[in-house]
């Protein structure tokens, strides 16, 4: 039994949708989340920024006594994922490898569409991992640049005219390509599941890639023994955000479904 805290960080808002499965699955684990705010959007950023970043926000969360990180931020996971397992000593999970692995299984036609930031399709890294798993896949990608921003920005509702002309754009390719699973590589995309839904059909699986990844750490933490040992009470939450905490806390209250107001904390990031 190990009652540390989990760590939790993504360039904003899209690490809650991880949080969210997080407090789902194991409702009694504390939980610190790192939200780059005032750097976010990461995804059209040099590898050398989101080493630099990656390794502050790890940074960041360490001074707390944590029992494992998730990077609950695919373009981190894809572009410095192994680094930082390397240069730290706690278990740290990607969404990548668990998010590809729930593609392969659920996909009946051999067709997987991926979806992220532009530093994560240049990566490459979602592709490798399905085709690790089964080279036979046909895999259809694409950059949705535009999508981190309406997230950030609440703006994610069905019948959002801008938001259903940008899904409309960025997926045609795919669902022209017949993919019947679609990887949400980035962790801001299922925020706009519905959006994203309505326009691939319901024939089409998403995959939530915070889900899978706190999936994966469950498993982890059972096999482990590294479980919370309370069981009568909820987890306790904290975010940290490097800008406005009033903002943040405004947007994961919609997004979590969970009062976080007064949980909100601002951090000076650049100083890690
Ligand atoms: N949510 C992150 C990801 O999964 C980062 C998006 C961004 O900041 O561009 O890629």
């Given amino acids: 039994m190990d009652n540390r805290p989990i760590g939790v960080f993504d360039s904003g808002v899209g690490g809650l949708t991880a949080v969210r499965q997080l407090i789902q699955l194991l409702p009694n684990e504390d939980i610190i989340y790192f939200g780059d705010t005032g750097r976010v959007p990461y995804g059209g950023r040099s590898k050398e920024i989101l080493v630099r970043y990656a390794r502050q926000d790890v940074a960041f ?75 036979d896949i046909a895999l259809e990608s694409r950059a949705c640049p535009l999508f981190v921003p309406l997230v950030e920005n609440g703006r994610v509702a069905r019948g959002d005219r801008v938001v259903e002309q940008v899904t409309s754009e960025y997926l045609a390719p795919l669902r022209d390509a017949g993919v019947d699973s679609l ?72 997004f979590l479904g969970d009062d976080v107001a007064g949980k909100v904390e601002h951090v000076a990031i650049e100083a890690y």
């Fill in 61 to 135: 969360l360490t001074q707390f006594d944590l029992k494992a990180i998730v990077v609950a931020c695919g373009t981190i996971s894809s572009t410095a994922l192994e680094l930082l397992t390397q240069e730290n000593d706690i278990p740290i999970l990607g969404v990548v490898e668990p998010a590809a692995a729930a593609a392969v299984r659920t996909t009946r036609n051999g067709r997987i569409g991926v979806v992220g930031t532009s530093a994560t399709i240049r990566s490459g890294a979602y592709e490798a991992a399905i085709h690790r798993l089964r080279p």
């Fill in 183 to 254: 990887v949400l590589g980035c962790t801001h995309y299922p925020l706009l599941e519905t959006v994203i839904g309505d326009y691939m059909g319901s024939g089409v699986t998403l995959i939530d890639t915070g889900r899978e990844c706190a999936a994966a750490l469950a498993r982890l933490l059972e096999m482990e023994n590294a479980l919370c040992a309370r069981r009568d009470a909820p987890g306790e939450r904290r975010y940290y955000v490097s800008d406005s905490a009033e903002d943040f806390a405004s947007l994961a209250a919609i």
